[in-house]
T-cell receptor, first 114, second 113 residues
Framework: AQSVSQHNHHVILSEAASLELGCNYSYGGTVNLFWYVQYPGQHLQLLLKYFSGDPLVKGIKGFEAEFIKSKFSFNLRKPSVQWSDTAEYFC????????????FGGGTRLMVKP | GAGVSQSPRYKVAKRGQDVALRCDPISGHVSLFWYQQALGQGPEFLTYFQNEAQLDKSGLPSDRFFAERPEGSVSTLKIQRTQQEDSAVYLCASCIRSNTEAFFGQGTRLTVV
């Protein structure tokens, strides 16, 4: 079975700082990869996804992520965070032979200080 | 509606009580999922429907948990004889078809006292 690890549980940054959130997964086959964001009091929303093709994917609100197959990683980045990026971020994996279920990491809670 | 709707938003149940949680997926979405999210953790898969067929229920933690989607649209997750460890947020998600973006509802926060 696949698993997903997010190494940073809590991150505190000042506005304009750069962000990188780590995500590693364990599965040897073909995967689809996702980052979801949950703003306070709101539902999970898709930030970006990787199915195939260019391993550098761009999502909404200036976020991007890079799939590095050799490292089983899909780290999320943003060059300059804003106070409004304060939220919880979840990495998720869908392995092609595991039906359609998503396996989520434990989440990273990001706080951006104004 | 435009998104996935779940009701109730909050539910407090006494231990031993049965509860039913409802999910209205986005109209036309074939796939429907239930996830359980404990405090401070990521969502964990419970079960998956494609139309009315329950194709995967491997994540249901015990036989007290039961889900149905009889007409291929609205789904209900039922928990019998609730226990304190059932306290969590229950999330529903739907996809237009397999291997596409999942849209999540706001969840039902269940507290068992």
């Amino acid at each position: 079975a696949q698993s997903v690890s997010q190494h940073n549980h809590h991150v505190i940054l000042s506005e304009a700082a750069s962000l990188e959130l780590g995500c590693n997964y364990s599965y040897g086959g073909t995967v689809n990869l996702f980052w979801y964001v949950q703003y306070p009091g709101q539902h999970l929303q898709l930030l970006l996804k990787y199915f195939s093709g260019d391993p550098l994917v761009k999502g909404i609100k200036g976020f991007e992520a890079e799939f590095i197959k050799s490292k089983f990683s899909f780290n999320l980045r943003k060059p300059s965070v804003q106070w409004s990026d304060t939220a919880e971020y979840f990495c998720a994996v869908n392995a092609n032979n595991a039906g359609n279920m998503l396996t989520f990491g434990g989440g990273t809670r990001l706080m951006v200080k104004p | 509606g435009a998104g996935v709707s779940q009701s109730p938003r909050y539910k407090v149940a006494k231990r031993g009580q049965d509860v039913a949680l409802r999910c209205d997926p986005i109209s036309g979405h074939v796939s429907l999922f239930w996830y359980q999210q404990a405090l401070g953790q990521g969502p964990e898969f419970l079960t998956y429907f494609q139309n009315e067929a329950q194709l995967d229920k491997s994540g249901l933690p015990s036989d007290r948990f039961f889900a149905e989607r009889p007409e291929g649209s609205v789904s209900t997750l039922k928990i019998q004889r609730t226990q304190q460890e059932d306290s969590a947020v229950y999330l529903c998600a739907s996809c237009i078809r397999s291997n596409t973006e999942a849209f999540f509802g706001q969840g039902t926060r269940l507290t068992v006292v």
